[in-house]
């Protein structure tokens, strides 16, 4: 009775893992680390979804990656849209702004479908942390909540406190960017957001406002915990 108890609290307990738990087994290579995370990680889940700007907010906050589709250059597919990956940030983990920001070489598809139009749609989605599949949500489940901001990208300028401040949240979320190849020209690019189109759980798609998803202050910092937490853990380890 007991044990069947604890088995089945240890499986709730598991199902509520935060999303970040995903990255937490992915760098430690180990699924103990999952039992060892302390309850207070249940509060990181998503917002409720009838909150729709703090649900937009959380969710690009805490993706590490975009779907960017932007029209293509190339010649036997000129003006088709192009989707390409890209990682992002919105923010340092201390301070979301909603705005995405990239790292970007004139190398790449969509930089140079960018220098020739700047409008793109950025997806996101939740599906990139962990939460869809603890709650055994297909990907494409409404309640799955996905984010599709589009708007026109645009280069910040070098030197600026934004480029400071946006490159060194890149850099901080994004260890590896400060060993990409030197030689590529990087830029950083921003969306000025046109349009925020969401799904968020049922009942159609949502729009949310861009001036109230701008204005929103948001104060979740279950990025800078787990950040804390992962180099808590591996200094212990
Ligand atoms: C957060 O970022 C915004 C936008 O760059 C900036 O205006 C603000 O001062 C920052 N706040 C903190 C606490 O760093
Ligand atoms: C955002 O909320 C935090 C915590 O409640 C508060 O300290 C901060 O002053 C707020 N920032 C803005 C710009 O309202």
Redesign the pocket.
């Known amino acids: 009775m007991w044990k069947l108890l604890f088995i089945s609290l240890t499986i709730m307990y598991i199902g509520e893992c935060s999303p970040h738990d995903k990255h937490h087994t992915r760098w430690t290579g180990t699924t103990n680390d999952i039992i060892t995370l302390k309850p207070h990680h249940k509060m990181h889940g998503p917002p409720d979804h009838k909150k729709l700007v703090a649900m937009a907010r959380y969710v690009l906050h805490n993706v590490d990656w975009a779907s960017i589709a932007s029209i293509s250059v190339l010649p036997a597919i000129e003006g088709f849209p192009f989707s390409n990956v890209k990682s992002v940030v919105d ?2 983990m ?2 979301s ?1 909603g705005i995405p920001y990239f790292y970007m070489s004139p190398l790449d598809f969509t930089a140079r479908d960018l220098a020739k139009n700047s409008r793109s749609t950025v997806l996101v989605s939740l599906e990139e942390t962990r939460y869809c599949e603890n709650q055994n949500f297909d990907p494409e489940d409404p309640r799955c909540t996905r984010l599709m901001l589009s708007g026109k990208m645009k280069k910040v300028k070098e030197g600026t ?2 480029y400071v ?1 946006a490159k060194a949240a890149l850099f901080e979320r994004h260890p590896a960017m400060a060993n990409f190849p030197p030689d590529h020209n990087w830029f950083i690019a921003k969306m000025k957001i046109a349009q925020i189109a969401m799904v968020d759980w049922f009942g159609g798609a949502k729009y949310v406002p861009v001036k109230d998803y701008l204005a929103y202050n948001y104060t979740g910092n279950e990025m800078l915990d787990y950040h804390n937490r992962l180099h808590y853990n591996l200094d212990k380890a």
Do not use: M, Q
């Open positions: 923010g340092s201390a301070n702004t406190p934004e401040f």
